[in-house]
C-alpha cells in the first residue's frame, strides 16, 4: 500500500521510472508522448545530458548555501543571463522554489514597495477572472479560478477581479479585435477608478493564460493600454509568466510580444524545466533601490532561496534555450503544431477555437460552434478526455473552464521544443483519438 498522499486519491496511477526526450516510461514499459510537458515544465524535454551534468557538478561543488549569510555563483550567473534578456528595466532577480513562491513574493514585494515609498494607503490588488496565479493562500487569492478557490473563499484577502482579455467568447461580433482590446482594458481603469487611485498598488494577470483558459494570449494592443493605465495611476504591472515564459511562446519572455515591460515579472516551470524546483520574481531597479535605500531588507524569504543546485539547473536551461535558439524553434514548431491541429479540428464539429502562440496551444471544446455553446459541466470531458488520451499514451492538459457565467472545457498542449514534425503528428492523432473516444462516444455530442 501506498503511503504517498497523491493528488486524486480515488484513482491510483502509474509510476514514473524513465524520461527520454519527449517520453516519459512508466514501470511496465508504458510510453507516453509527453505533450503539455506536465503543466509547461519539461521545455526541454526529459534526460537533457547537459543539464544533468551541470547538476551533478553543482551537487558535489556546493549543494546549499543559506542566503541570509552567502550568495552562490550558480544564483549570481542566472540572475545575469536572465537579466541580461529581461524585458527593458527588469534589473533584479528574486529566486524562489515555484511559481505560487514567485507570485506571493510580487504581491508582497508591490506593498512593501509603496509601504517604503510612504504610501500606506495603497493596498489593493486587482487581477482578472478566470486566471490561474498558484494554490498558496496569497496566489489562490490573486487568481480567479473559481474551481480552485471556492471552499477556501473565507480565508482568502480581497483582490478585485476584472474580466480576461478572452477574444473567443468576449469579443463583440461587431468589434474589431483592437477596439475590444481597449474596452477590456478599460475594465482596469474603472476598477482603479472605483477603488481610488490611491489605494491600489498592482494589477496582476499572465500574458498568455495558461492553467484555466488553455493558451489565451491578448489581442494586440490589450496590454499597451494596460501599461498605459497602470502609469498614469502609479499602480505596478505584475506580469505571471510562470506558465508562459521562458520562450514557450516563442520569446523568451511572452511580454516580449505585447511589446511591453512590466514592474514585476514571475516565472518557474520553464526556468528548471523539470531538473529542478525553481522559480523567480524580477523586478526593475527602481523597486529594488526603494527597498535598498530603505529598510534595506525585503520582509519576505524561504529557506531555500536561491538554492545553488537549482540555480545551476536554471542556468544550464536558460543558456540552452538562449544558446540553442530554442526560442525560434519553439516558434517555427509552434507553427507546425498550430497547423496540424487546425488540420485535424478546423472543421470539427466540438472544436470551437483554436489559439496560443509558440509551443504553447490550446483548443477550446464546444457544444455548438455556432453559438460557442459549451457543454454541460456535469459530463466532465475535461476530466474524460484526459484519462482517454493518457491510456492513449498521450500526456496534455485538459482542464474545465470555470463557471464565471460560462462553463466550457479546454485542452492545453505544451510539449518540449525540441519536438519533432513526426512527434507532433502523433500528439495530434492522439489528441483526435481520445476527443472521437469521448465526445463521439456521447449520442447528445453528434
Ligand atoms: N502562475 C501560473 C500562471 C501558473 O500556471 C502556475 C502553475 N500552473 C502557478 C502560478 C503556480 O506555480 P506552482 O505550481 O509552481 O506553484
Known amino acids: 500500500m501506498s503511503h504517498v498522499f497523491p493528488r486524486h486519491c480515488k484513482k491510483p496511477v502509474p509510476t514514473a521510472v524513465r524520461g527520454e526526450g519527449c517520453y516519459l516510461y512508466d514501470s511496465t514499459g508504458k510510453a507516453y508522448l509527453d505533450g503539455s510537458g506536465g503543466a509547461a515544465v519539461s521545455c526541454l524535454g526529459h534526460g537533457d545530458a547537459d543539464v544533468i551534468a551541470a547538476i551533478q557538478q553543482q551537487v558535489a561543488d556546493l549543494?546549499?548555501?543559506?542566503?541570509?549569510?552567502?550568495?552562490?555563483?550558480?544564483?549570481?550567473?542566472?540572475?545575469?543571463?536572465?537579466?541580461?534578456?529581461?524585458?527593458?528595466?527588469?534589473?533584479?532577480?528574486?529566486?524562489?522554489?515555484?511559481?505560487?513562491?514567485?507570485?506571493?513574493?510580487?504581491?508582497?514585494?508591490?506593498?512593501?514597495?509603496?509601504?517604503?515609498?510612504?504610501?500606506?494607503?495603497?493596498?489593493?490588488?486587482i487581477a482578472r477572472r478566470q486566471s490561474y496565479h498558484g494554490n498558496t493562500l496569497g496566489a489562490l487569492a490573486a487568481g480567479g479560478n473559481?474551481?480552485?478557490?471556492?471552499?477556501?473563499?473565507?480565508?482568502?484577502?480581497?483582490?478585485?477581479?476584472?474580466?480576461?482579455?478572452?477574444?473567443?467568447v468576449l469579443r463583440e461580433e461587431s468589434e474589431s479585435a483592437a477596439a475590444y482590446g481597449l474596452r477590456a482594458a478599460q475594465e482596469l481603469e474603472d476598477e482603479i477608478l472605483r477603488l481610488g487611485p490611491e489605494t491600489v498598488m498592482a494589477f496582476m494577470a499572465e500574458p498568455v493564460v495558461g492553467a484555466t483558459l488553455g493558451a489565451v494570449p491578448a489581442v494586440e494592443g490589450y496590454f499597451k493600454r494596460i501599461r498605459e493605465i497602470c502609469d498614469t495611476y502609479d499602480v505596478l504591472l505584475i506580469l505571471d509568466e510562470v506558465m508562459c515564459g521562458m520562450g514557450r511562446t516563442g520569446h523568451l519572455f511572452a511580454c516580449d510580444a505585447d511589446g511591453i515591460a512590466p514592474d514585476i515579472l514571475c516565472i518557474a516551470k520553464g526556468l528548471g524545466a523539470g531538473y529542478q524546483p525553481i522559480g523567480a520574481m524580477l523586478c526593475t531597479g527602481e523597486i529594488y533601490e526603494t527597498i535598498k535605500n530603505g529598510t534595506g531588507f525585503f520582509q519576505h524569504g524561504h529557506t531555500y532561496l536561491g538554492h545553488p543546485v537549482?540555480?545551476?539547473?536554471?542556468?544550464?536551461?536558460?543558456?540552452?534555450?538562449?544558446?540553442?535558439?530554442?526560442?525560434?524553434?519553439?516558434?517555427?514548431?509552434?507553427?507546425?503544431?498550430?497547423?496540424?491541429?487546425?488540420?485535424?479540428?478546423?472543421?470539427?464539429?466540438?472544436?470551437?477555437?483554436?489559439?496560443?502562440?509558440?509551443?504553447?496551444?490550446?483548443?477550446?471544446?464546444?457544444?455548438?460552434?455556432?453559438?460557442?455553446?459549451?457543454?454541460?459541466?456535469?459530463?466532465?470531458?475535461?476530466?474524460?478526455?484526459?484519462?482517454?488520451?493518457?491510456?492513449?499514451?498521450?500526456?496534455?492538459?485538459?482542464?474545465?473552464?470555470?463557471?464565471?457565467?460560462?462553463?466550457?472545457?479546454?485542452?492545453?498542449?505544451?510539449?518540449?521544443?525540441?519536438?519533432?514534425?513526426?512527434q507532433i503528428d502523433e500528439l495530434v492523432g492522439k489528441l483526435a483519438t481520445a476527443l472521437e473516444q469521448v465526445i463521439g462516444a456521447d449520442p447528445a455530442a453528434v
Open 63 to 125: 549543494a546549499f548555501a543559506h542566503t541570509g549569510f552567502l550568495t552562490s555563483e550558480p544564483a549570481e550567473a542566472l540572475a545575469d543571463l536572465l537579466i541580461e534578456h529581461a524585458p527593458k528595466g527588469i534589473d533584479r532577480v528574486y529566486f524562489v522554489s515555484g511559481g505560487s513562491e514567485a507570485t506571493e513574493a510580487a504581491i508582497k514585494l508591490a506593498r512593501q514597495y509603496f509601504v517604503e515609498k510612504g504610501q500606506p494607503e495603497k493596498r489593493h490588488l
Open 146 to 168: 473559481e474551481w480552485r478557490r471556492q471552499q477556501f473563499a473565507p480565508l482568502l484577502f480581497d483582490v478585485h477581479h476584472i474580466a480576461p482579455c478572452y477574444e473567443y
Open 310 to 422: 537549482a540555480a545551476a539547473a536554471g542556468l544550464a536551461v536558460v543558456g540552452k534555450i538562449v544558446g540553442d535558439g530554442l526560442c525560434d524553434r519553439a516558434r517555427r514548431q509552434g507553427e507546425v503544431l498550430s497547423k496540424a491541429l487546425h488540420d485535424q479540428f478546423g472543421q470539427h464539429p466540438h472544436v470551437g477555437d483554436i489559439r496560443g502562440r509558440g509551443l504553447f496551444q490550446g483548443i477550446e471544446i464546444v457544444e455548438d460552434r455556432e453559438t460557442k455553446t459549451p457543454f454541460d459541466p456535469a459530463k466532465g470531458y475535461a476530466a474524460k478526455i484526459k484519462t482517454a488520451a493518457f491510456d492513449a499514451g498521450l500526456i496534455c492538459y485538459p482542464m474545465a473552464g470555470t463557471r464565471d457565467g460560462r462553463a466550457g472545457d479546454h485542452v492545453l498542449l505544451a510539449p518540449p521544443f525540441i519536438i519533432e514534425d513526426n
